[in-house]
C-alpha cells in the first residue's frame, strides 16, 4: 500500500523568505505521479505543482519547486519569496496507475509580515 | 468558467440518519471522486465515478455509496450515520480516470453527526 508522510505538522517563514515542505512516500511502483496541494480556509483544494515520476527534472511553477529524490522517496516543496497569501494548510499527494490518490497530514504554513 | 461546485456547504444530522451530499463537476470534466477529510488529517480516497459506473473505492463500508448521472454530476449517499462519519467531505473532478494534471475540488461539505 502506498503511504505519504509529512513529518512537519506546522512551519512558519517570514514574509519575502524561502521554506521548504518536506514529504516522503512509499511505493513499489516506478510510474506515478507527485502533488503538492494547498488548502486555505476556504477549504477547497488549490493544485500548487505536479511533477511526473519519469521525468528527472524537478518541476517548477513561478515561486514554487520541488526537489524530487526517487531513489530516496523523497518530493519536496520550495515556496521562495513567501508571501502573506501563501499562509495555508500544504498537502502532498501520490497518484498511482490504479487512479487512486493518496494524500499526506498536511502541513500548516504561517507567513509572518 | 464554474469550477467543481458542492451542496450543501453545511449539514448536520443526527446518528443513524441518511445523507446525500451532491457535486457538479468543472465544465468539460467526465470523472469524479469524493474524499473524505477528518479534522486535521489529509483527504481519505472513498470512491470515483466514471461513466456512471464505479470504478475504484477506498477502503470504506457499504454505507457509503454513490452515483454518476448522465451529465456528470454525482451524489454521494452514507446510511445509518456514526458520529465518526463527521467530516469535510470533498468532490474532485478530472478529464478521465486518470486524473495525470491534478484533480479540480470543491469547497467540500461539512457534514456533523450529533
Known amino acids: 500500500a502506498q503511504t505519504v508522510t509529512q513529518s512537519q505538522p506546522e512551519m512558519s517563514v517570514q514574509e519575502a523568505e524561502t521554506v521548504t515542505l518536506s514529504c516522503t512516500y512509499d511505493?513499489?511502483?516506478?510510474?506515478?505521479?507527485l502533488f503538492w496541494y494547498k488548502q486555505p480556509p476556504s477549504r477547497q483544494m488549490i493544485l500548487v505543482i505536479r511533477q511526473e515520476a519519469y521525468k528527472q527534472q524537478n518541476a517548477t511553477e513561478n515561486r514554487f519547486s520541488v526537489n524530487f529524490q526517487k531513489a530516496a522517496k523523497s518530493f519536496s516543496l520550495k515556496i521562495s519569496d513567501s508571501q502573506l497569501g501563501d499562509a495555508a494548510m500544504y498537502f502532498c499527494?501520490?497518484?498511482?496507475?490504479?487512479?487512486?490518490?493518496?494524500f499526506g497530514s498536511g502541513t500548516k504554513l504561517n507567513v509572518k509580515p | 468558467d464554474a469550477g467543481v461546485t458542492q451542496s450543501p456547504t453545511h449539514l448536520i444530522k443526527t446518528r443513524g440518519q441518511q445523507v446525500t451530499l451532491r457535486c457538479s463537476p468543472k465544465s468539460g470534466h467526465d470523472t469524479v471522486s469524493w474524499y473524505q477529510q477528518a479534522l486535521g488529517q489529509g483527504p481519505q480516497f472513498i470512491f470515483q465515478y466514471y461513466e456512471e459506473e464505479e470504478r475504484q473505492r477506498g477502503n470504506f463500508p457499504d454505507r457509503f455509496s454513490g452515483h454518476q448521472f448522465p451529465n456528470y454530476s454525482s451524489e454521494l449517499n452514507v446510511n445509518a450515520l456514526l458520529l465518526g462519519d463527521s467530516a469535510l467531505y470533498l468532490c474532485a473532478s478530472s478529464i478521465a480516470p486518470g486524473g495525470n494534471y491534478g484533480y479540480t475540488f470543491g469547497s467540500g461539505t461539512r457534514l456533523t453527526v450529533v
Open positions: 511505493t513499489s511502483e516506478s510510474d506515478y505521479y
Open positions: 499527494a501520490f497518484k498511482n496507475n490504479f487512479n487512486k490518490f493518496y
